[in-house]
């Protein structure tokens, strides 16, 4: 095909900016790289942006300013190329549902000009990889929700793409087909394919990404592996809740924390207190013998490592709502 | 162009097979109402109908020529509808996403919609046939009929999809088709001749294409080639007009959405 390849990054998104109609701005200044055969999370609420800068990734958008590169060719310039290159898994369930599943993978076979005669086994083999192969000739109309997003992503695979685009992969699946969605783009990950996928899931961007851009309000807010972002936030939380009716005593507590071995810093808000610490072995003791001194009645204690979400709330300032 | 040709080929043939599995909705709401109106309307008026009037030996005869230009129109106007469908639930995009040519979809667009309009003009006419009608011009006679049809449902069918691109919802989409047909049907010489419409109802029925392509499919059908042929002549340049303020419309939206 004479492809270049553009370095070691499958896709380099530089100072991209969308904005609509001269008015609305989706996306602002976003920057962000994949390194080939990584599988990379744009992780934010609804409305911050992730399918726009998508959008724009897969050619059916032109950026307003920046730009982006897909193999090392330019979105814009060289669309029909990174067509020719990529794969997508759209948001809906862009499903004919008059059409069977093969069907659906005969035309994207023709729209991806795979010759007639070497069409048949691209699309058994990636009926098999989806395991979609006992229902390839039935009516889309008749699939379950999972079936239709399997098929989606077997349409993504017809042109046996170096990356492949996903818009929330498993928005509104049940848990058992979620987990087989995980488990194909593993799969995929170990054939060597870049994987971009937008998801407002906490746990998946955790667990199936190996690197996540933080996305809120058109705009990055952090970018990094899933445990670096985690560590990145210094340590361990401990969530104190007093009885409504400490309400008052919840300033001194926090300042008489502050000064015990092992708390970095601590925040409070209402009767809660968030505690950050760098070993819980000393801090705990300590915490909890500030909070017998005074004589605060505790309503509720919490102990965890920095999960996603802490992570999403200190850098966006609010917490993902998960639907 | 062999790239070009499987494409196109493999679009239309998806809405070929969407239409085998819809068969019957798909019958029903196009076929039907039109031979309705050709049915009930044409008998109805069969006798109110003054045939010095109507210049044709039955209110049917008179009629075929509407009908025949009508389920042009009616066809023409729904054929966006798949299109602001697949626009709705992300084909589109994924068809966008796949390096075809962006006029692809478009084109199987417009033969997918021809084909079945061709295929309806000629059961209108059977239909007309069985009721005595039939045709004076004959076969070649009914293959012109076929290419007025053709020339004014590509400026419809253009119109369609470039609403189905550019409207918000497809509620908005539908009422605005509902509200062009009517007009366009009584404001035209589908049902009475110009001659016998009040004035003010003429002028506007004139700056309407579709009483051209009547006056020009109703000859054919009733009298002959020689009071056909300058009619025909007409057409011919209103049509390429009319195509072309719609196409080069519809291109605006195309390019909007398509890229």
């Given at each position: 095909?004479?492809?270049?390849?553009g370095?070691?990054?499958?896709?380099?998104?530089?100072?991209?900016?969308?904005t609509?109609?001269?008015k609305?701005?989706?996306?602002e200044?976003v920057?962000?790289?994949?390194?080939?055969?990584?599988v990379?999370?744009?992780?934010?609420?609804?409305?911050?942006?992730?399918?726009?800068?998508?959008?724009?990734?897969?050619?059916v958008?032109?950026?307003?300013?920046g730009?982006?590169r897909?193999?090392?060719?330019?979105?814009?310039e060289?669309a029909?190329?990174?067509?020719?290159?990529?794969?997508?898994v759209?948001q809906?369930?862009?499903?004919?549902?008059?059409?069977?599943?093969?069907?659906?993978?005969?035309?994207?076979?023709?729209?991806?000009?795979?010759?007639k005669?070497?069409?048949?086994?691209?699309?058994?083999?990636?009926?098999k990889?989806?395991?979609?192969?006992?229902?390839?000739?039935?009516?889309?109309?008749?699939?379950?929700?999972?079936m239709k997003r399997?098929?989606?992503?077997?349409?993504g695979?017809?042109?046996?793409?170096?990356?492949?685009?996903?818009?929330?992969?498993?928005?509104?699946?049940?848990?058992?087909?979620?987990l087989?969605?995980?488990?194909h783009?593993?799969?995929?990950?170990?054939?060597?394919?870049?994987?971009?996928?937008?998801?407002?899931?906490?746990?998946?961007a955790?667990?199936?990404?190996d690197?996540?851009?933080?996305?809120?309000?058109?705009?990055?807010?952090?970018?990094?592996?899933p445990?670096?972002?985690?560590?990145?936030?210094?340590?361990?939380?401990?969530t104190?809740t007093?009885?409504?009716?400490?309400?008052?005593?919840?300033e001194?507590?926090?300042?008489?924390?502050?000064g015990?071995?092992?708390?970095?810093?601590v925040?409070?808000?209402?009767?809660?207190?968030?505690?950050?610490?760098?070993?819980?072995e000393?801090?705990?003791?300590a915490?909890?013998?500030?909070?017998?001194?005074?004589?605060?009645r505790?309503?509720f204690?919490?102990?965890?490592?920095?999960?996603?979400d802490?992570?999403f709330?200190?850098?966006?300032g609010?917490?993902?709502?998960?639907? | 162009?062999?790239?070009y040709?499987?494409e196109?080929?493999?679009?239309t043939?998806?809405?070929?097979k969407r239409?085998?599995r819809?068969?019957?909705s798909m019958?029903?709401?196009?076929?039907q109402p039109?031979?309705f109106w050709?049915?009930?309307?044409?008998n109805?008026?069969?006798k109110?109908?003054?045939?010095?009037?109507?210049?044709?030996?039955?209110?049917i005869?008179?009629?075929?020529?509407?009908?025949?230009?009508?389920?042009?129109?009616n066809?023409?106007?729904?054929?966006?509808?798949d299109?602001?469908?697949d626009?709705?639930?992300?084909f589109?995009?994924?068809?966008?996403?796949?390096?075809?040519s962006?006029?692809?979809v478009?084109?199987s667009?417009?033969l997918?919609?021809?084909?079945?309009?061709?295929?309806?003009?000629?059961?209108i006419?059977?239909?007309?046939?069985?009721?005595?009608?039939?045709?004076?011009?004959?076969?070649g006679?009914?293959?012109?009929i076929?290419?007025?049809?053709?020339?004014?449902?590509?400026?419809?069918?253009a119109?369609?999809?470039?609403?189905?691109?550019?409207?918000?919802s497809?509620?908005?989409?539908?009422?605005?088709?509902?509200?062009?047909?009517?007009?366009?049907?009584?404001?035209?010489?589908?049902?009475?001749?110009?001659?016998?419409?009040?004035?003010?109802?003429?002028?506007?029925?004139?700056?309407?294409?579709?009483?051209?392509?009547?006056?020009?499919?109703?000859?054919?059908?009733?009298?002959?080639?020689?009071?056909?042929?300058?009619?025909i002549?007409i057409?011919?340049?209103?049509?390429a007009v009319?195509?072309?303020?719609?196409?080069?419309?519809?291109?605006?939206?195309?390019?909007?959405t398509?890229?």
């Amino acid at each position: 095909m004479g492809l270049t390849v553009g370095g070691p990054f499958a896709i380099e998104v530089e100072h991209l900016s969308k904005t609509y109609e001269g008015k609305v701005t989706a996306v602002e200044d976003v920057s962000f790289q994949v390194p080939t055969g990584e599988v990379f999370g744009l992780l934010g609420p609804n409305g911050a942006g992730k399918t726009t800068t998508l959008r724009v990734l897969i050619t059916v958008l032109r950026p307003t300013g920046g730009s982006a590169r897909v193999l090392g060719m330019d979105v814009v310039e060289q669309a029909n190329e990174v067509r020719q290159a990529i794969g997508y898994v759209p948001q809906e369930r862009a499903i004919d549902r008059f059409l069977t599943g093969r069907e659906h993978l005969q035309l994207l076979a023709s729209l991806y000009h795979i010759p007639k005669d070497k069409a048949p086994a691209r699309i058994e083999a990636v009926l098999k990889l989806v395991n979609l192969e006992h229902k390839a000739d039935e009516v889309a109309r008749n699939y379950s929700g999972g079936m239709k997003r399997k098929l989606d992503i077997a349409c993504g695979l017809i042109p046996d793409p170096r990356v492949l685009f996903m818009d929330e992969p498993t928005l509104g699946l049940d848990v058992e087909s979620r987990l087989k969605i995980w488990e194909h783009i593993r799969q995929l990950k170990a054939r060597g394919i870049t994987v971009l996928l937008t998801t407002n899931y906490l746990d998946e961007a955790d667990q199936l990404c190996d690197r996540i851009t933080i996305i809120d309000g058109g705009r990055v807010k952090a970018i990094g592996s899933p445990n670096e972002l985690k560590s990145g936030l210094g340590g361990d939380i401990v969530t104190l809740t007093l009885a409504a009716g400490d309400l008052d005593k919840v300033e001194a507590l926090a300042q008489a924390v502050k000064g015990q071995a092992g708390v970095k810093a601590v925040s409070t808000k209402q009767n809660v207190l968030d505690i950050r610490v760098a070993s819980p072995e000393a801090a705990l003791p300590a915490i909890l013998g500030a909070v017998t001194a005074r004589g605060c009645r505790l309503e509720f204690v919490d102990y965890h490592r920095p999960r996603l979400d802490d992570v999403f709330l200190a850098h966006t300032g609010r917490r993902i709502k998960e639907e | 162009m062999e790239q070009y040709l499987q494409e196109v080929g493999a679009l239309t043939m998806r809405w070929v097979k969407r239409l085998s599995r819809e068969r019957f909705s798909m019958l029903f709401t196009l076929a039907q109402p039109m031979v309705f109106w050709l049915i009930f309307f044409g008998n109805l008026f069969q006798k109110t109908a003054n045939t010095e009037v109507t210049q044709a030996p039955s209110y049917i005869a008179f009629l075929a020529a509407g009908v025949v230009v009508m389920t042009i129109l009616n066809n023409g106007l729904a054929g966006g509808t798949d299109l602001l469908f697949d626009k709705e639930n992300g084909f589109l995009e994924r068809m966008m996403s796949t390096p075809i040519s962006r006029t692809s979809v478009i084109i199987s667009r417009f033969l997918f919609v021809m084909t079945i309009t061709s295929g309806q003009v000629l059961v209108i006419l059977g239909v007309a046939y069985l009721y005595g009608v039939h045709p004076v011009t004959g076969f070649g006679g009914v293959a012109v009929i076929i290419l007025i049809g053709l020339m004014f449902g590509v400026g419809l069918t253009a119109i369609s999809m470039a609403l189905a691109f550019s409207v918000k919802s497809h509620g908005d989409f539908f009422s605005m088709l509902s509200f062009l047909s009517l007009p366009m049907i009584f404001l035209s010489s589908a049902l009475v001749p110009l001659s016998a419409m009040p004035g003010w109802m003429a002028v506007l029925a004139q700056l309407n294409p579709m009483t051209w392509a009547i006056d020009a499919v109703r000859p054919l059908i009733l009298t002959g080639w020689g009071a056909a042929l300058p009619k025909i002549g007409i057409v011919i340049i209103i049509m390429a007009v009319f195509d072309s303020i719609c196409l080069y419309g519809a291109a605006k939206a195309f390019r909007k959405t398509l890229g």
